[in-house]
């Protein structure tokens, strides 16, 4: 039977290992961020691998024959050491990221880099009321601003440094647009800061930004690694994989 790792941490991967079962041997591994994370079927490794280097001995300790990076888009540093450690032990490797959020008609977006140029981007200020869903681990970025109030919401309480004026909503979603107006609504939100997430859990809030006529700064996702396949969905990659294992 193959052994697949499925880089993990979203819902795609969630669904990919459950899909794989029981046909395949699915090692699911997440970084450990989320101190209750909803975990995946299948066997479950938590934790860094020390570098390309450590998964790359890893990937040969456990004899694996494909890699599946499901991570989340914003994952660079994760999703580098899976392109480098899989050249270097001879695994097949393709990731699986969702498309990119689209704007529809009505929707004032400022595309920005980085977190960093978001919170360039607030001053002078878009409005002095910010809904920020970027995650807790970026919200240092946003610390010198002492002159706006924000809306902080993520999975897991945030660690200083953060902004001086906030209020934080721990929630992890899916959610509704008539939720997420509602929630604008009740804190007098003026601009909503994202990044480009993509899917449909976390999409509400943009038809809701679009409802209420508020402007987004949405962030790019950073580039996938040259030559490394990428493909949209669960489905895309579960046809992809006999292949990619017939290659090995
Ligand atoms: P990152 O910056 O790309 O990764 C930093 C380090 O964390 C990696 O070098 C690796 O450590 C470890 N790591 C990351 N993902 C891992 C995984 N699935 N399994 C084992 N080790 C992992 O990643 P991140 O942005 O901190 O994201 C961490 C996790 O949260 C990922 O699973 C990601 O899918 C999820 N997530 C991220 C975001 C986001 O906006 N970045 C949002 C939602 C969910 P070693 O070098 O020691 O192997």
Known sequence: MATVLVLGGTGEARRLASVLLPAHRVISS?????????????????????????????????????????????????????????????????????PGFEPKPGDDWRRVPSLEAAAAELLPALAERVFLTTGRQGLSRFAHLGSLWFLVRCVDPPVPPVPPRLEVVLDRGPFTVEGEIGLMRRHGIGVLVTKDSGGAMTAAKLEAARALGIPVVIVDRPPVTPGVPVLPSVEEVTARLPALLAAH
């Open 30 to 98: 997440l970084a450990g961020r989320v101190a209750d994370p909803a975990l995946p079927a299948g066997e479950v490794r938590v934790g860094g691998f020390g570098g390309a280097e450590g998964l790359a001995g890893y990937l040969r300790a456990e004899r694996v024959d494909a890699v599946v990076d499901a991570t989340h888009p914003f994952a660079a540093r994760m999703s580098d050491n899976a392109a480098r450690a899989c050249a270097e032990a001879g695994v097949p490797l393709v990731v699986l990221r969702r």
